[in-house]
């Protein structure tokens, strides 16, 4: 049996690129460390669905955001091993500054004073 | 092939990147079930684990490879392998639809690339669009009508190259119709133009081979020559060393200079000329002082120009006007001409238009066809109409056996969307095959088309091919119908609730609606009605112009022309040889009689007109002058042609140049100009009527009856129409075998380089004369048995559809004792009522359609009851047939059996 973590979150539409795309940031790895690396790092808070994993992968790629190679992995199995291309590079910058005024406005909103409305 | 390889790489691309997706999951449960195993689990329960946490494969492949962008293509695809299978299982209804189709779209297109020819297609030169001709308005005093005519006198180009300021550039040609072209000893005839020096730089045409003409090379004593590509192959072979060759045009030297490139041919639509020279070329082919002084009583010249850029039609025409005007106001009071009343008129009254050349200048055979083809053309689209009205019809029938299947589609999660898209994809493939099969339909047809208007000896120099603009004429049709004649039955059948039909069986419900059918049927059979119609009118046309009395008999007539000039003769040389070649045919065995004559009957190239204005020496007012169409004719013309002579006598040899002038007037010329007199022994001008002939159509059948004036050819022709036209002679034969080979050797053995030309029997000419009729009759009557065949089709499918549906219905009937007539009454009522609503809309229909026919009927009304009452019939019959088969089937049907069919 599983332990299930105390609570998960939903991701948001449109995160998981941009999770995805910032785990790439420090070097290549393959579609299951990424999905751990985002669980884990997350404190177990986000956990990404293999289903929506692969396809995001995919699109990304198409995108030419990202560009995909077979190499040995460290048990010498065969596996695509993802990498960040230089486009990729300045989308993981946009999108992060979008992101963090987004959550900035956000969390100004959210912890208002509460007045009333003029 | 480069598609084909293109594809083979995507499905092969497509294949190793599902592998590798297939792999890339597969390293992802390893993972996975490594890592449960790591933190405790048994090995079966970690890859279970795994298997789990991976969730719906099949989903994830599904989503994954929609992002490779590839979806699209892949439904298309399928839709398409489904859509071939469709059309297999059912090979009547595909082949009934992509033949029709094939049809329908080919005749659009064989239509349209000949309108494209003759009508739309601009001219192959740089900037089109800023090409114009000058014409100008004739009043003419005798109709009071203004009639626009294209030529002007030669100093007028003149006046216009140094005073207009809108144009860039002016240039005037003339035709020198047939010219015989000497080559190394050998001679042939070939078209000529002459033209000024300006003609190929103003139009902005380069030479393929050597040069065009240079400017100021136009002048007295020109002898340079420019051929045309086709020439240059036919003739010349194609070889370039002719440039600078000398050649000779009617006897007289000229130097090859160059080759016109193989796109250009000419300005006029289906005149291409072999040879172009410059106009003062004239002077060594046809001298006449006049032509380059006189404005009025020498109108020669056609003129076109380019417009500046940045000036419009409008502004170009003012200025030029104003130029026009002035020109023959200053003319008018030096010319020897400048006390005629309509001179002067013309003068006052006309006025200078200008025409957009872009598609080329006036022509003869757009005037004739454009209309003709744009009716044909109209008649063409109605065809398509039925064409997709009756696939669609079958469409709807097959549709309604498809509900259950579609409803099990449905119940299985496809979206209506994909369901319509699919079985649109059905429709066009249908539709895109028949597109496929009509190109080389259109082609052939297009070909048989050119051939069928082409009169004389070469089909008409007319560029009908299958260019571009073709292709995307046929492929935008092909698709339109496809989706005209899919989408509705697509959206029907897929309008299904699936619950109740899956429940109920293969057939749908008894009382389901089916007007949208009958409408279909009722409109094809309007639009048959509206084209078979159309294809009587024609007929009749046809057949009433043919039986029309033109006042000669047309059997066992060969008629042939010669011209001495271009054998070298100067005109007071050529009536010798006229009458030699007479001579010798006259005595030809097989040769009843023969004759000679400027104009011959049904001429395609003579119209000639003069005014009776002085009878018995008396001068004629104004308006009482005789407007005649004239002819010169040989002893012996009459018995040739068989039109009596009423009264006196024909003409006889020692009517010559010596002797006192005579003439022979036609009957109603007689009666116009002496009424209630013995017309004989009376003068008209100088010459004394000997003769009276009866009336005559001077054209053809559809010409207006005129009065006709006769002048002996050896007395009259000597300085007149031997200058510049030539002499056709016509043989009444008993046997036409090897006549002709006989002529040509009697005419070579006069002078061995008289060509003979325009050969052919006056059956021929005037089915020639009656080529528009003809076209009309032929195309509009093949489209009519097209639309009698889809009609049926379309009714027959409809019923077959309908009987089958109601075997069971039948069989029951039949069983309790009902008659067989009463049950064929029954299902025939039906298909009566719907043929008498389709005939009902269909009648007032053709009678508006026929009013825009009008003015190529000849001798009977739009509303003709015959063409009505047998259009009426020929549908009734074609409906009670289409109904009788499958009712007949249904009824041979046991009852049990047909009991049992559910």
């Known amino acids: 049996m599983n332990i299930q973590p105390t609570s998960r979150l939903e991701l948001l539409q449109g995160t998981l690129d941009l999770l995805i795309l910032r785990t790439l940031l420090p070097g290549k790895t393959h579609g299951h460390a990424i999905s751990k690396h985002i669980q884990r790092t997350s404190e177990d808070l986000l956990q990404v669905e293999t289903g929506s994993l692969y396809p995001a992968l995919h699109r990304l790629e198409a995108r030419g955001w990202i560009a995909a190679e077979w190499e040995l992995s460290e048990k010498g199995k065969r596996a695509k091993y993802y990498r960040l291309t230089t486009k990729g590079r300045k989308q993981v910058q946009a999108e992060q500054t979008k992101w963090e005024a987004f959550s900035r406005a956000m969390g100004l909103v959210l912890n208002s004073l509460d007045r009333e409305p003029v | 092939m480069n598609q084909i390889l293109r594809k083979l790489g995507w499905t092969t691309q497509r294949r190793s990147k599902e592998a590798e997706l297939r792999d890339e999951l597969q390293f992802h449960l390893q993972q996975e079930a490594e890592q449960a195993e790591a933190s405790g689990l048994m090995p079966e329960q970690a890859k279970y684990a795994a298997r789990r946490e991976l969730g719906n494969v099949a989903l994830l492949m599904e989503d994954t490879r929609a992002t490779w962008g590839w979806t699209w293509w892949e439904r298309l695809w399928q839709d398409l392998r489904y859509a071939a299978r469709m059309l297999r299982r059912n090979p009547g209804f595909a082949a009934a639809a992509i033949l029709s189709l094939a049809l329908g779209i080919g005749a659009n297109t064989a239509i349209f690339s000949l309108l494209n020819a003759v009508v739309l297609r601009p001219l192959p030169v740089a900037d089109p669009q800023q090409l114009v001709q000058l014409t100008n308005t004739l009043p003419l005093w005798e109709t009071g009508s203004d009639s626009s005519r294209e030529l002007y006198g030669y100093p007028q180009i003149e006046r216009f190259q140094s005073q207009s300021k809108t144009l860039s550039g002016i240039f005037g040609w003339t035709g020198l119709g047939r010219l015989n072209i000497g080559f190394h000893g050998t001679s042939g005839i070939a078209q000529g133009n002459a033209s000024s020096d300006n003609f190929f730089s103003v139009l902005e045409v380069r030479p393929q081979h050597g040069r065009f003409f240079s400017a100021g090379e136009d002048r007295a004593g020109a002898s340079v020559a420019v051929i045309s ?86 502004q170009a025409q003012a200025e030029l006007d104003v130029i026009h005007h002035q020109f023959l106001a200053e003319q008018l009071p030096i010319s020897e001409l400048s006390g005629m009343e309509n001179v002067q008129r013309f003068v006052r009254e006309g006025h200078l238009v200008l025409r957009s050349a872009a598609r080329g200048v006036a022509s003869g055979l757009r005037d004739s066809y454009a209309f003709p083809l744009k009716l044909l053309m109209s008649v063409a689209v109605i065809v398509l109409l039925v064409a997709c009205a009756n696939i669609a019809n079958l469409l709807l029938a097959r549709a309604s056996n498809r509900r259950r299947e579609m409803a099990v589609r449905l119940a299985l999660g496809a979206s209506r969307g994909r369901l319509v898209r699919q079985l649109l994809t059905e429709s066009m493939v249908l539709a895109l095959a028949g597109g496929f099969l009509a190109v080389p339909m259109a082609w052939w047809g297009s070909l048989a088309l050119v051939r069928m208007i082409s009169s004389g000896d070469s089909p008409l120099p007319l560029a009908v091919y299958p260019d571009w603009q073709i ?39 008894g009382g389901s609606s089916h007007t949208l059918d009958r409408t279909l049927v009722v409109a094809q059979v309007a639009l048959s009605v509206v084209l078979v119609t159309g294809a009587g009118l024609f007929v009749r046309t046809l057949q009433k112009v043919w039986n029309v009395d033109v006042g000669y008999d047309r059997e066992n007539v060969l008629m042939f022309s010669v011209d001495a000039k271009l054998a070298g003769y100067p005109s007071d040389g050529a009536g010798a040889v006229y009458r030699e070649i007479l001579r010798r045919l006259q005595v030809l065995p097989g040769v009843k009689s023969a004759s000679a004559s400027v104009v011959r009957p049904v001429d395609d190239q003579f119209y000639l007109l003069d005014k009776v204005n002085e009878i018995d020496g008396r001068n004629l007012r104004e308006s009482d002058v005789i407007r005649v169409a004239w002819n010169a004719t040989s002893p012996g013309y009459f018995s040739t042609v068989s039109t009596p002579v009423l009264s006196g006598r024909d003409f006889e040899p020692h009517d010559n140049e010596t002797a006192p002038k005579v003439v022979i007037v036609s009957e109603s010329l007689a009666k116009s100009a002496f009424p209630n007199q013995n017309p004989l022994g009376h003068r008209l001008g100088l010459a004394t009527i000997v003769g009276v002939v009866k009336d005559s159509l001077y054209s053809g059948a559809r010409d207006q009856p005129r009065p006709l004036l006769y002048h002996p050819l050896f007395q009259h022709g000597r300085d007149q129409e031997f200058g510049w036209g030539f002499v056709s002679f016509e043989l009444r034969y008993g046997s036409l075998s090897n006549l002709l080979d006989e002529v040509r050797r009697e005419i070579a053995s006069v002078d061995r380089n008289l060509p003979v030309f325009r050969a052919k029997t006056l059956v021929a000419q005037t089915e020639e004369s009656l080529m528009e009729e003809r076209l009309l009759a032929t195309v509009s009557g093949f489209f009519g048995v097209l639309a009698l065949l889809l009609a049926c089709i379309g009714l027959y499918g409809l019923m077959a559809y309908a009987v089958a549906r109601r075997t069971a219905e039948i069989g029951i009937r039949l069983a309790l004792g009902a008659r067989r007539d009463h049950i064929m009454w029954l299902v025939l009522r039906e298909t009566l009522w719907l043929t008498l609503a389709g005939i009902a809309a269909g009648v007032p229909l053709a009678l508006c359609a026929a009013l825009f026919a009008k003015s190529v009927l000849f001798g009977i009304s739009t509303a003709d009851p015959l063409t009505i009452a047998v259009t009426v019939a020929l549908l009734i019959g074609v409906a009670a047939l289409a109904g009788y088969v499958p009712v007949r089937r249904a009824l041979r049907v046991a009852p049990m059996v047909a009991l049992r069919y559910e």
């Open chain 2, 229 to 314: 590509d086709r020439y240059w192959r036919n003739r010349f072979g194609a070889d370039p060393s002719v440039i600078g060759g000398a050649i000779t045009v009617n006897q007289v030297p000229f130097t090859v200079v160059g080759i016109t490139p193989p796109e250009f041919s000419g300005i006029a639509v289906g005149s291409s000329p072999d040879i172009w020279v410059p106009l003062h070329a004239l002077d060594r082919l046809k001298p006449n002082s006049k032509r380059w002084t006189d404005p009025f009583s020498s109108s020669w010249l056609l003129i076109a120009g380019r417009r500046r850029p940045a000036i419009s039609r409008e």
């Open chain 2, 471 to 509: 292709f995307a004429f046929a492929a935008a049709v092909s698709l339109l119908t496809g989706i005209l004649f899919g989408l509705a039955p697509a959206v029907r059948s897929t309008r299904a609730d699936p619950g109740p039909l899956m429940k109920e069986g293969t057939r749908p419900a």
